[in-house]
T-cell receptor, first 114, second 111 residues
Framework: NAGVTQTPKFQVLKTGQSMTLQCAQD?????MYWYRQDPGMGLRLIYY???????DKGEVPNGYNVSRLNKREFSLRLESAAPSQTSVYFC?????????????FGPGTRLLVL | LAKTTQPISMDSYEGQEVNITCSHN???????ITWYQQFPSQGPRFIIQ???TKVTNEVASLFIPADRKSSTLSLPRVSLSDTAVYYC????????????FGTGTRLTIIP
């Protein structure tokens, strides 16, 4: 049981390049999330998927697209990277318990856009 | 989405009890209160979750007053390894699964 996995761990891009960040979870969770975290800041929600086939914008969706490929996988795509997208990207999935949603996070992808 | 307000930073000595309070004045009726811990270069980790009154687990306690407009995370007898950023989130009810992180509280434990 690996939990939430993310690839790659590190990436350097030039402005204008595109890339896809991959995320997978093996906990059979319905909901998945993409966050970004800038240095010294909290996490900001980029996109959210409540179930396979559905996605919803978060606080900072501009410049990103997502695909919920199946229940396990949720990818984040940068079509034309900009230096402002330099950040650490975290993927999460969540389980509904009697008390509410509990999120489980991946290790993060560190992205540098030059 | 319910907004939360926490102190930006706190310092405490080892062995002390630490209480971190979070304000969430516009919490919805069905929202839960969840606390996460984040170490540098890692993703946040779930600590505790509650709806009302008091919840306790092996690492922390969560106190929620009757009006639910605030909550307090209590860490008993902290150690250096508790140095981290602590986030309070509200939400998670059906139809409000999007959870928004605030800036968190940076807790520093002093030897």
């Amino acid at each position: 049981n690996a939990g939430v996995t993310q690839t790659p761990k590190f990436q350097v891009l030039k402005t204008g390049q595109s890339m896809t960040l991959q995320c997978a979870q093996d906990m059979n969770h319905n909901s998945m999330y993409w966050y970004r975290q800038d240095p010294g800041m909290g996490l900001r929600l980029i996109y959210y998927s409540a179930s396979e086939g559905t996605t919803d914008k978060g606080e900072v969706p501009n410049g990103y697209n997502v695909s919920r490929l199946n229940k396990r996988e949720f990818s984040l795509r940068l079509e034309s990277a900009a230096p402002s997208q330099t950040s650490v990207y975290f993927c999460a999935s969540s389980a509904r318990t009697q008390r509410g949603e509990t999120q489980y996070f991946g290790p993060g992808t560190r992205l540098l856009v030059l | 989405l319910a907004k939360t307000t926490q102190p930006i930073s706190m310092d405490s000595y080892e062995g002390q009890e630490v209480n971190i309070t979070c304000s969430h004045n516009n919490i919805a009726t069905n929202d839960y209160i969840t606390w996460y811990q984040q170490f540098p270069s890692q993703g946040p980790r779930f600590i505790i979750q509650g709806y009302k009154t008091k919840v306790t687990n092996e690492v922390a306690s969560l106190f929620i007053p009757a009006d639910r407009k605030s909550s307090t995370l209590s860490l008993p007898r902290v150690s250096l390894s508790d140095t981290a950023v602590y986030y309070c989130l509200v939400g998670g009810s059906f139809g409000n699964e999007k959870l928004t992180f605030g800036t968190g509280t940076r807790l520093t434990i002093i030897p």
